[in-house]
């Protein structure tokens, strides 16, 4: 067995043990709230195109899952109060450590998007589906303020394909090039301090791929952090809502 995949189940292990009590009780407050499910699951796809239920502390409104905006701002009225709390923390994370002792994720990995985002992905893209899927990856630290980067979008599944997209699949290529056991110890690492100082890791991540490739990522990392609409890697053109109506909602 792969050192990589011993130490995903030991430290998912771990965590299950020492969240658990935790977990119960923000459980229990999610289901008070509307008295629905708090767990919520939705058909991801995993290495090698399988698709596979990635699982959720519910942070939504139940009624929520029939829209159909695929991303989500932070002023988003889909969001439920609790929600708003867990999704800050990322504890609506904390079941994904199920999906890591069923061996369809890891720790460390580019994130698994749904079918209809995948079916978006240029040849370039599809290299994401090279690994295994992860919990965290440099592009879930530097993008975890997605939610307010999108805030008062008028359309935040186009804006989400113009500004963020891109950048989440140049960095998870990197990954995908350039992982090993180390580099995920240290994605690990600014994860967890990211969840109270994010300009520390944020400054160190730019610096590792501003050295990788400068021209491209100065883009991303400009002083004003104001992002401006790109192409997704493997594309020639901008992402157009009639591409998303297309995929989405054939």
């Known amino acids: ?21 935790p977990t119960l009780v923000i459980l ?9 499910n708090p767990i ?12 596979f239920s990635l699982f959720k502390i519910r942070s939504m409104k139940v009624t929520s ?9 932070s002023d988003d009225p889909r969001i439920s109060k609790i929600g708003k709390f867990i999704r800050k923390y990322k504890i609506d994370e904390i079941p994904q ?12 990995g580019p994130r698994p998007n749904v079918i209809e985002e995948v079916s978006l992905y240029s040849n370039e893209e599809i290299k994401l589906l090279d690994v295994k899927p992860g919990i965290t990856d440099f592009a879930s630290i530097i993008f975890s303020d997605e939610a307010d980067i ?7 599944n186009l804006d989400y394909n113009l500004l963020i ?18 580099m995920d110890l240290e994605i690990l690492t600014l994860t967890a301090i990211s969840l109270f100082n994010k300009k520390l890791p944020t400054r160190y991540i730019s610096k590792k791929l501003l050295s990788h490739d400068f021209n491209t990522y100065k883009l991303l990392f400009n002083p004003d952090r104001n992002l401006t609409p790109i192409a997704p890697p493997g594309h020639s ?14």
């Open 1 to 21: 067995m792969k050192p990589k995949i011993v130490f995903d189940y030991l430290l998912a292990i771990s965590l299950l043990l020492l969240l658990f009590l």
């Open 28 to 36: 229990f407050l999610v289901f008070k709230e509307d008295f629905n």
């Open 40 to 51: 919520y699951s939705s058909i991801r796809v995993k290495k090698n195109f399988k698709k």
């Open 65 to 73: 899952q029939i829209n159909k905006v695929k991303s989500t701002s």
């Open 97 to 108: 450590l199920l999906n890591i002792l069923k061996n369809e994720m890891s720790f460390v």
């Open 150 to 156: 999108l805030k008062d979008s008028k359309n935040p």
């Open 165 to 182: 997209r891109p950048w989440k699949s140049l960095i998870g290529l990197y990954y995908v090039e350039k992982n090993n056991f180390i």
């Open 237 to 250: 053109n901008l992402v157009t809502q009639k591409d998303l109506d297309t995929v989405y909602y054939k």
